[in-house]
C-alpha cells in the first residue's frame, strides 16, 4: 500500500529538522551568548554547553588567568580542541567565546557540523552592555575606561563583523526578542 503523501512530507520534514541538532551563538563579548542560550536550551529542550566555562572547569582556572599565564594565542588552540569536541554533540545549544569564530577557521568548523546565530548589537550597545556586566573577568576589556573601551569595542568589532557575518542567522532586538526568534530558528532549522 503506498504511502500517503502528507506522510512523506512529515518525514521528510522531521528528517531536515534532525540535520541540524547542534547550534552555536556567536556574537561580540556581553551580547548575552550565555545568558539567552541558556533560556533557549531551557525552552526548547536542549542541552546548554557554554564553551569558555566549560574550559575553565575542565582546566581549573578562568580564561582571564589563562590568558594572563599563556597568552591569547596558547588559548585560542585550546579553544579549538574544546570546539571541536563540542561538535560531535547533537540536541546543543552552545554559547562561543566572542572570539572563538575568528580564529583556527572555527567558524567555517561550526558551519560545516550545526547552524550559526549571530546575536548582534551596536557598539554603544555592547559597550554598555560590557559595563554593565563583570568587565573584570573579561581579560581584553580589563581597566578600560569609557572612551577606551568604546574604542576597543568599535576597532574589534570591525576586525570580528566579517566572521560573525558569515553566521546562518543574524538577530537583533532584545533579550527576550532574541531569544524567541532562537527558539523559532532551533524549532524550525
Known amino acids: 500500500m503506498p504511502i500517503p503523501i502528507l506522510q512523506i512530507y512529515t518525514l521528510h520534514f522531521a528528517l531536515c529538522a534532525l540535520s ?7 556574537g561580540f563579548m556581553a551580547c548575552g551568548k550565555t545568558t ?5 536550551a531551557e525552552r526548547t529542550g536542549y542541552d546548554f554547553v557554554d564553551l569558555d566555562r566549560l574550559i575553565e572547569a575542565e582546566k581549573g582556572k578562568t580564561v582571564s588567568r589563562f590568558f594572563a599565564e ?3 594565542s596558547a588559548f585560542r588552540k585550546l579553544e ?3 570546539l571541536q569536541k563540542i561538535c560531535l554533540q547533537k540536541n546543543t545549544i552552545v554559547a562561543t567565546g566572542g572570539g572563538t569564530p575568528c580564529f583556527h577557521n572555527n567558524m567555517e568548523l561550526m558551519n560545516s ?9 551596536s557598539p554603544d550597545d555592547l559597550k554598555t552592555r560590557i559595563q554593565l556586566s563583570s568587565q573584570n573577568s573579561r581579560p581584553l576589556v580589563v581597566g578600560k575606561n569609557d572612551d577606551e573601551l568604546l ?3 568599535c576597532e574589534n568589532l570591525t576586525k570580528r563583523e566579517k566572521y560573525y557575518e558569515q ?6 532586538g532584545s533579550d527576550e526578542e ?3 526568534r532562537i527558539v523559532e530558528i532551533v524549532e524550525n532549522p
Request: aromatic share 20%.
Open 20 to 26: 541540524f541538532m547542534i547550534f552555536f551563538l556567536i
Open 36 to 40: 539567552i542560550g541558556k533560556v533557549v
Open 70 to 72: 599563556q597568552g591569547e
Open 80 to 82: 579549538r580542541k574544546y
Open 113 to 121: 557540523t550545526g547552524k550559526t546565530i549571530y546575536i548582534k548589537f
Open 151 to 153: 574604542q576597543f569595542v
Open 167 to 172: 553566521a546562518n542567522f543574524i538577530v537583533m
Open 178 to 180: 532574541i531569544a524567541k
